[in-house]
């Protein structure tokens, strides 16, 4: 079924205009075009488009609206100084999305096909990858469930779709490091549960504490395991690094933690030059400590929107811990150098991360 899969395309009829590049914030406009498929029992995955952006109705039972069947995905295009178009790797966001669809009880779907439907789309919508230092053309493939039916089961009817918004550099006002509060009130995820796939519900859970951590001036939250309260997850919605004398040190994969790409591309990078990265629990204890003997160098955060996001402060039981005096460390530093110049094809990809556009 998934051979025949042709990509049809419908090309809008009138042009947007697009916002000046000062002006991009995050997630604010979106291009001319979005990509469109559908899948249901019988046909499994069909009528896959290339079509002008637009709204689409769906039944007000719909599976997603009431029962929370959604599922995503994000990552960037990139435009290299000579005007090339790079996408990072893009099959891996694609094969996490496939994990989530089958922990969601949703299909899976091509990821051949699907890639060369975001190529397409995005060598389509080309005029909107800016050319500003870092910034770049945010890719948001998402999946839902639409039955319009109220009872508890998967649905049968579902919608994949690629939306696409040119977002501004991260670090408009430089390379700022951020004060993070250790949320000791709430959890995100559980191990057995859907912390470990980017599912709508997650972020929606998270919201709470995280507009309590921006009260107390915080930019986001610490979220530590939801067993102990004791072991250190992730950060808002990002992975976190502590570099402890000369080992930089993440938490596991032990099924609550979500499998940043970001953060895989740190670790190999580290590993290959020669820093020991180690992939173990991490507890709140060890860090304080760490930070009370002067052995805590830097800590910062991974995730594709900022992809190096240093921590300058952690605030733990109303105390204050500056890490590398609210500085950006060297190696923060040298790691977002480096992932950006990857990214935006001004490196040799010698890991084979980007894939080129057109
Ligand atoms: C998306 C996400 C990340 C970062 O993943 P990247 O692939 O690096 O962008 C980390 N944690 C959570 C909860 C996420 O949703």
């Known amino acids: 079924m998934w051979k025949d899969l042709d990509i049809s395309l419908e090309k809008a009829e009138t042009l947007k205009d697009m916002p000046s590049v000062e002006n991009l914030g995050f997630g604010r406009y979106f291009t001319d ?210 570099s402890i004398d000369n080992t930089l040190i993440t938490p596991p994969l032990s099924g609550s933690i979500l499998g940043g790409i970001t953060r895989n591309s740190v670790i190999r990078l580290a590993q290959s030059w020669d820093i020991e990265v180690e992939e173990r629990p991490i507890s709140i204890d060890e860090v304080i400590e760490a930070s009370d003997s002067g052995a805590l160098r830097e800590s910062f955060a991974t995730g594709t929107a900022a992809v190096i996001s240093p921590v300058g402060e952690l605030l733990y039981e109303d105390v204050s811990y500056p890490i590398n005096d609210g500085q950006t460390g060297p190696l923060s530093a040298r790691l977002f150098k480096e992932l950006q110049a990857i990214q935006y094809g001004h490196t040799e990809n010698s890991f084979g991360w980007t894939v080129k556009v057109g």
């Not at 550099?169 to 430089?174: H, L, P, R, S, T």
């Open 33 to 242: 075009h979005m990509f469109l498929m559908e899948w249901n029992r019988d046909q499994g995955w069909h009528n896959a488009e290339i079509m002008p952006y637009a709204s689409f109705s769906m039944d007000p039972a719909s599976t997603v609206l009431h029962y929370g069947q959604a599922i995503f995905e994000g990552l960037k295009a990139y435009r290299s100084r000579d005007d090339q178009i790079y996408l990072f790797r893009p099959t891996d966001n694609f094969e996490r999305m496939n994990n989530a669809a089958t922990r969601m009880s949703m299909p899976r779907f091509p990821v051949d096909h699907v890639l060369k439907a975001l190529k397409g789309l995005v060598y389509l919508d080309r005029r909107w990858v800016p050319a500003a230092e870092g910034a770049s053309l945010y890719l948001r493939p998402t999946m839902i469930g639409v039955d319009p039916f109220l009872g508890l089961k998967p649905a049968d009817n579902y919608l994949f779709y690629i939306i696409m918004s040119p977002v501004g550099a991260y670090y408009a006002e430089g390379f700022s490091p951020t004060r993070i509060c250790v949320c000791t009130d709430y959890v995100r995820a559980v191990k057995g549960g859907v912390g470990d796939v980017k599912t709508a519900g997650n972020y929606a859970a998270s919201m709470l504490a995280s507009e309590q951590a921006k009260e107390r001036g915080c930019t986001q939250v610490l979220w530590l395991d939801a067993c102990e309260r004791k072991y250190i997850e992730e950060v808002g919605t990002s992975n976190i690094f502590f």
